[in-house]
């Protein structure tokens, strides 16, 4: 059975890392001596996040917006590790992939800024391991659902949007790549998963 997809898209939050926001808001706070809600009002309740993932602010225009609202320097380093320290592998997803890199080209795509992209060896190790290339919302000027995400990355890698499959976790995210025309699935368990990409002529 020939695959009906030649490239196979995932998001990487609570796909192949499990994310723990609470996790990284108290690492941060940790790393600058602030408080968790200092945290959240500076990076989440202020929209610096939302306008990083958008592609509004650049990684050291975004830092240093997150650093003005704290009254404290926040480097990349320190930042870096506070996302790092609130994601976990998820074993099972992880060799599911690894199994799958013969079959087609995998690449990530997350709902981040570019300093997601920048700094993802620190965060996402085994994306490496995996040559797994990431990106981001931020290269593509919005964020998922938005068509033009996907859409924008289906250029990049110069492959048809339906010869392409989306994996998030958020149904909406989901939703929104089937619009733009490609296969998608709403990840709840790696079995469903399995039998998604199965339909798909991928052997798992």
């Known amino acids: ?27 941060l706070a940790d790393l600058t001596a ?7 009002l500076a990076v989440f309740d ?3 996040e939302g306008r990083s993932d958008s592609g509004d602010l650049t990684p050291d225009e975004y830092l240093a917006a997150i650093s003005e609202r704290l009254a404290r320097p926040v480097d990349r380093s320190a930042w870096a590790r506070s996302l790092a320290g609130a994601v ?19 690449v990530g795509l ?13 965060i996402y190790p085994v994306l490496r391991d995996l040559d797994i290339d990431l990106y981001v919302s931020a290269e593509f000027g ?5 068509a033009q995400v996907y859409l924008g990355l289906c250029r990049q890698l110069d492959i048809a949007p339906g010869r ?41």
């Open 142 to 146: 919005s964020q998922k659902p938005a």
């Open 164 to 204: 392409a499959a989306f994996v998030d976790d958020r149904a909406a995210n989901a939703d929104g790549a089937n619009e733009a025309g490609l296969r998608s699935h709403h990840f709840t368990t790696v079995d469903a998963l399995r039998a998604f990409l199965a339909d798909l002529g991928l052997r798992v």
């Open 34 to 40: 602030t408080t968790p809600d200092a945290v959240r």
């Open 1 to 27: 059975m020939t695959a009906a997809i030649d490239v196979l898209i995932l998001d990487i939050n609570d796909v192949l890392y499990r994310y723990d926001v609470r996790r990284r808001v108290e690492l």
């Open 46 to 48: 202020s929209g610096v």
């Open 110 to 122: 997350t709902n981040n800024g570019l300093i997601v992209k920048e700094q993802a060896h620190r």
């Open 88 to 106: 976990t592998p998820m074993r099972e997803s992880i060799d599911l992939v690894r199994r799958l890199r013969r079959q087609l080209a995998i």
